[in-house]
């Protein structure tokens, strides 16, 4: 099953972060990603001009009913916590999850259930455990779980409780983050299919007269 969403969650030190990992990612990247970073609730539209500074990629602000586009980076709103749906995204004001909103492991938690095996989960930098919750559930629903080394992390707190909960997750170095999401996306996409029956084809002889070799059915 091929994976079609790619979810990230920061906090404290996200901004370093999630520029190493954006510029990691080759023009031709065809998943959506959905970044949520913690954010003061009166910050502006700012994380998105300082992010599409580094990457090919169309990066926008999640607005209520966004739809995923191949290759399009989505950054959660302050005070809006994001619902991954079927093919969209939500915006919701629930009470913080934690203190936190956005909320990480409520993104993760919706992408889970909405994708399962199709995402790509990854917890980064931060200085709290939003987000191990979260993670736990996209690996249990047969998804991809991806942690940050906490020792490149600027705050190991929010990488270290993901991979309590999570202890299977692949740790990567931020600085590898990036090219190793594209190289997960291209092993996907180059899988050979798996062959469903090695019973020969059948094949039916030519009609009286005509001198032709059998066909092959289909």
Known sequence: MAYELVVIGTSWGGLHALRKVLGGLPAGFDLPVVIVQHRHRDSDHLLVSLLQEHTPLRVCEVEDKSELAPGDVYVAPAEYHVLVEPGHLALSTEEPVRFSRPSIDVTFESAADAYGARTIGIVMTGANDDGARGLRRIADRGGAAIVQDPATAES????????????EAHVAPIEEMGKFIAKLQARQKTAKRPILSSEPPRTKPAAAGEGKPPRETR
Do not use: C, E, K, S
């Open 156 to 167: 190991p707190i929010m990488p270290n409780a993901a991979l309590r909960l999570v202890p």
